[in-house]
C-alpha cells in the first residue's frame, strides 16, 4: 500500500511553487553516416563526406570534402539520382536529422516510404505552401481535372527556412496507420508534430493516404525511412529513429469513491463513508458531486503487453497525487506534476490513485501517462499531465507594437536586462541588448510572447517565437587592441561605454541605436531586409582611436567564402560585406574561438543572412 506524506506539507509546496519535473529518454537508433549499412543499396549520387559547403549564389552547387558524418546527395545532368531506402522497417517512430539544401534544391522525408515531409529551398518565401521546406505534401488524383489533381497538402504554420548552406533542424513525431487482423485500415496515420529549426509547423495532422510519389498505392504499419534523391544537391548528418514499436499499456476497471472536503492529512479510509462511489470507462476526475475540495481514491488494473521499466508521470492540479502498482509505491503523495519508474512484468497490475483537490479555484482534473523503452507516453486519463488551464498567450504583433522593451533571458547564459526587441512585416525580427551597444539575436516567423511580462505579476521578460540564431554572450561591438593576441573585453568595464538611446529611421523597423565606447561616438543602424532573408547592419564611427577594430562575429568556426562572404559557426548564418574591397577583413583564432576583426571606420556595412 501507499505510504502517505503530510497534505499540510504538500500544500506548504504548492504555496511555495514547489514543482517536480523528470526527463524522458528513449533508446534511438543513430545513422552515424560512416558508412551506408544501414541504407539499401545506394545510388551513384549519394557518397559519405566529411563536410560539405553550398554556394549561395549558384543554383544545385554543393562541395564536398572527405571524411566521414554527413552523407551527401549530388546528382549531375548524366546521373539524376535515386531514392535511399532504410533496411530497417519503422512503424510509430520519432525523427530527427538535420540537413543542408543547395539553391534551388528539392528533397523530402518519406516516413514508412508513403508520407512525404518536403525539403525544399523555400529560403525568404513570405507565404509557404505545402510543397516548401517542412511541408506534408499533397496527395496526388490523376482523373481529376487539371489543376485539381494534388489535395490535402498541408502548409507549414509559418516559413522557419533557413538559407541555402545552412545545417536546418527538422523533428518528426509519427504515428502510423492501425490494421486490423485482416489487415483492413482502422485508422490513419498521424503527423503528430513537426518542428522545424525550433519552430513547431505542424500538430495533429490525419494522413487520410499515401502522399504523391509513394512507393506503393496501399499503406502499411511498417515502411523503411525514404530520402527523395532525384530532385537536387542535399546533404544529412545526424539522423536518429526513436522506434515505439510494443504494444501500448491500458487501464481497465476503473472503480472510484469520493470524499468531500479539506483533506490535509491521509485519512483512515475504514473509517470513513464515501459521498460517492461508482465505476468509470476513462480515468477522470469530472464526478458529479466533486466539488472545490475533495478526496477521490481510484482503483483499476493496468495491463501491460511485455516485461519492462515504465515510467509514470501523474497531473494533479490543484492539490496532491499518489500512485501504487500492486504493493509497490511508484509515486508517494505530492504535488503538481509526478514522476516515479516500476520494473513490471506482462500482465494484469492493481493500481490504486489518489487525487487531494485542496485549492478550490483551480479546475479540477486528473493526468495519467505511462511509457517506457518503445513506448510512446500514452494518456491514460480524460487530461494530458502537461495540460494546464494557464493564461492564454499575450502576443505581440509587430504591425501593432513594433518595437518592445523588455528582459530577454539568453539559454545557457545571461538576462539581457535593457533589451529591444523590433519586429517587421517581412516576418524577420532581432534583439538589441542596450546595455552591450549589439545585437542578441535574430529570427524568423511570429514576434514576440510576453505572456511571461504582463500576465499576473509577471517577470519583465518576452520570448521570441520564430527560428532563432543566436550571437553568443553579448560585448561591445568595438575594442582597442594593443595587438591581436588580446582576449576580445567581456564586459564594458574601462571601456567609457555610454549609451544613448535609439531613434526611428524611415519606418517602425529601421532604427539607429547611438553610443560612445573607448572615446568613439558609434551610430548602429539597423534595416532588416523587405525579401525576408535578414537585415543590413551600418556602423558609423567617428572619432576612432589607433588599433579600434569592430567584431564583426565570433563562433567556433568562421569560413571565408570569397568576395566578402563569411559562414558563421556550424554553418548557422552568413555575414556579407557590402563592400569587401573596401575592408582589411580578418580572421583569428583566440580564447578557443574564431573572431572576423575589421579596423573601425568611419562607414561600414554588411549584411546578416540566414
Not at 566529411?50 to 554527413?70: E, M, N, S
Amino acid at each position: 500500500m501507499i505510504k502517505f506524506i503530510s497534505f499540510k506539507q504538500i500544500c506548504g509546496w504548492l504555496s511555495a511553487g514547489f514543482f517536480i519535473f523528470s526527463l524522458q529518454v528513449q533508446a534511438q537508433e543513430l545513422f552515424s553516416f560512416e558508412n551506408f549499412d544501414g541504407f539499401e543499396k545506394p545510388g551513384k549520387t549519394w557518397a559519405i563526406v566529411g563536410d560539405v559547403q553550398a554556394d549561395i549564389h549558384q543554383t544545385g552547387q554543393l562541395a564536398v570534402d572527405k571524411g566521414q558524418g554527413i552523407l551527401a546527395n549530388i546528382p549531375t545532368q548524366k546521373n539524376k539520382g535515386e531514392d535511399l531506402f532504410t533496411k530497417a522497417s519503422f512503424g510509430d517512430m520519432d525523427l530527427e536529422v538535420d540537413y543542408l539544401v543547395a539553391k534551388g534544391s528539392n528533397s523530402g522525408i518519406y516516413l514508412q516510404g508513403m508520407y512525404e515531409i518536403q525539403i525544399l529551398d523555400s529560403w525568404g518565401k513570405a507565404i509557404p505552401s505545402s510543397g516548401d521546406n517542412g511541408g506534408i505534401y499533397e496527395r496526388w488524383d490523376d482523373s481529376k481535372p487539371d489543376g485539381q489533381q494534388g489535395y490535402q497538402g498541408y502548409a507549414p504554420r509559418q516559413n522557419a527556412s533557413k538559407a541555402p548552406g545552412l545545417w536546418q533542424n527538422l523533428k518528426v513525431s509519427f504515428q502510423a496507420a492501425r490494421f486490423d487482423a485482416q489487415n483492413n485500415k482502422i485508422e490513419n496515420a498521424k503527423i503528430l508534430s513537426v518542428v522545424l529549426n525550433g519552430v513547431k509547423i505542424h500538430e495533429d495532422v490525419e494522413l487520410f493516404g499515401p502522399t504523391r510519389g509513394a512507393m506503393a498505392a496501399k499503406e502499411m504499419a511498417r515502411g523503411p525511412i525514404r530520402i527523395q534523391g532525384d530532385h537536387g544537391a542535399v546533404a544529412f548528418r545526424n539522423l536518429r529513429i526513436t522506434a515505439y514499436d510494443k504494444a501500448l499499456p491500458g487501464i481497465k476497471d476503473i472503480t472510484y469513491d469520493l470524499y468531500k472536503g479539506r483533506f490535509e492529512e491521509v485519512p483512515d479510509f475504514s473509517k470513513l463513508t464515501p459521498e460517492r462511489s461508482g465505476q468509470m470507462e476513462k480515468l477522470t476526475a469530472n464526478i458529479r458531486g466533486a466539488d472545490e475540495q475533495f478526496l477521490i481514491r481510484y482503483k483499476a488494473f493496468l495491463e501491460v503487453e511485455s516485461d519492462g521499466m515504465l515510467k509514470f508521470n501523474l497531473s494533479a492540479p490543484g492539490g496532491a497525487g499518489a500512485l501504487s502498482v500492486g504493493d509497490e509505491q511508484v509515486i508517494a503523495a505530492s504535488m503538481g506534476n509526478l514522476s516515479g519508474e516500476l520494473e513490471l512484468t506482462a500482465g494484469k497490475h492493481p493500481v490504486e490513485i489518489l487525487y487531494a483537490k485542496v485549492q478550490d479555484w483551480v479546475q479540477p482534473g486528473i493526468g495519467l501517462e505511462v511509457s517506457g523503452p518503445g513506448i510512446r507516453p500514452v494518456q491514460l486519463s480524460d487530461r494530458t499531465f502537461t495540460s494546464s488551464s494557464g493564461p492564454d498567450p499575450i502576443l505581440v504583433d509587430p504591425k501593432d507594437r513594433p518595437v518592445l522593451r523588455s528582459f530577454m533571458d539568453i539559454p545557457d547564459g545571461q538576462r539581457v536586462t535593457h533589451a529591444v526587441s523590433v519586429g517587421s512585416p517581412y516576418k524577420v525580427h532581432y534583439t538589441y541588448d542596450m546595455d552591450q551597444g549589439n545585437l542578441v539575436q535574430v529570427w524568423k516567423g511570429g514576434f514576440l510572447n510576453a505572456t511571461p511580462m504582463w500576465n499576473s505579476r509577471g517577470d519583465g521578460s518576452s520570448r521570441p517565437m520564430g527560428a532563432i540564431t543566436r550571437f553568443g554572450t553579448p560585448a561591445l561591438p568595438i575594442a582597442r587592441l594593443q595587438s591581436l593576441e588580446q582576449s576580445w573585453p567581456v564586459d564594458t568595464l574601462g571601456t567609457g561605454y555610454k549609451v544613448h538611446g535609439y531613434k526611428i529611421l524611415s519606418n517602425d523597423h529601421h532604427l539607429q541605436f547611438m553610443f560612445e565606447g573607448f572615446g568613439a561616438e558609434v551610430a548602429d543602424e539597423l534595416e532588416i531586409l523587405a525579401d525576408g532573408k535578414g537585415l543590413k547592419r551600418n556602423l558609423t564611427i567617428k572619432n576612432a582611436r589607433e588599433n579600434t577594430y569592430v567584431r564583426l562575429a565570433n563562433g567556433d568556426q568562421i569560413v571565408d567564402l570569397g568576395e566578402g562572404l563569411f559562414v558563421i559557426g556550424d554553418k548557422s548564418y552568413y555575414l556579407k560585406l557590402e563592400n569587401p574591397d573596401q575592408f582589411k577583413a580578418e580572421i583569428r583564432s583566440i580564447d578557443g574561438k574564431k573572431e572576423l576583426l575589421i579596423p573601425a571606420r568611419e562607414n561600414m556595412a554588411y549584411f546578416l543572412l540566414f
